[in-house]
T-cell receptor, first 113, second 112 residues
């Protein structure tokens, strides 16, 4: 079985500052990793995914994440955030051979002017 | 436009009154799944389906039923809703050869 831990439930930052949202996972099999974003009163939108290959993955809206197998982490980063990035971000893992997507509890990112 | 459509978006009902939340996808995806989202708990899988007539329980199936008679549709049925089923529900689908699920816009259910 897989599990995901998002280490920060809330992250406040100022506009144009860099941000890192942390995600750790556990699994006994190889994994596929995802970050989703949920804007207020909306559904979930896929930001980026790691399936294989390069450990640095670039997604939409200037976000990127790095897969670190030895540390079982998949942290999300953006070098300069905007007010419009205020949302809740979910890390998710799917085990090889499984259809099940397991989510972390989410990190609320608030970008202040 | 490729999408997962859920209906209704909002629903208030009374304890014990059967209801169905519909979900339809137009992407010919094999996999479909239902999740519920609760504050502080993230998203938890209720049921999933790997293809027509193939369904199985997720982590929190109690009080829910599903069916997959057609590839595009995956309704969620609450036979006798209770207040602890008040939640935000998401339907999602993906291709068996892909790994990223596409989510619907959600259904906010309140059971009083």
């Amino acid at each position: 079985a897989q599990s995901v831990t998002q280490l920060d439930s809330q992250v406040p930052v100022f506009e144009e500052a860099p941000v890192e949202l942390r995600c750790n996972y556990s699994s006994s099999v190889s994994v596929y990793l995802f970050w989703y974003v949920q804007y207020p009163n909306q559904g979930l939108q896929l930001l980026l995914k790691y399936l294989s290959g390069s450990t640095l993955v670039k997604g939409i809206n200037g976000f990127e994440a790095e897969f670190n197998k030895s540390q079982t982490s998949f942290h999300l980063r953006k070098p300069s955030v905007h007010i419009s990035d205020t949302a809740e971000y979910f890390c998710a893992v799917r085990g090889s051979g499984s259809e099940k997507l397991v989510f972390g509890k989410g990190t609320k990112l608030t970008v202040n002017p | 436009e490729a999408q997962v459509t859920q209906n209704p978006r909002y629903l208030i009902t009374v304890t014990g009154k059967k209801l169905t939340v519909t979900c339809s996808q137009n992407m010919n995806h094999e996999y479909m799944s239902w999740y519920r989202q609760d504050p502080g708990l993230g998203l938890r899988q209720i049921y999933y389906s790997m293809n027509v007539e193939v369904t199985d329980k997720g982590d929190v199936p109690e009080g829910y039923k599903v069916s997959r008679k057609e590839k595009r549709n995956f309704p969620l049925i609450l036979e006798s809703p209770s207040p602890n089923q008040t939640s935000l529900y998401f339907c999602a689908s993906c291709r068996s050869t892909d790994y990223g699920y596409t989510f619907g816009s959600g259904t906010r259910l309140t059971v009083v």
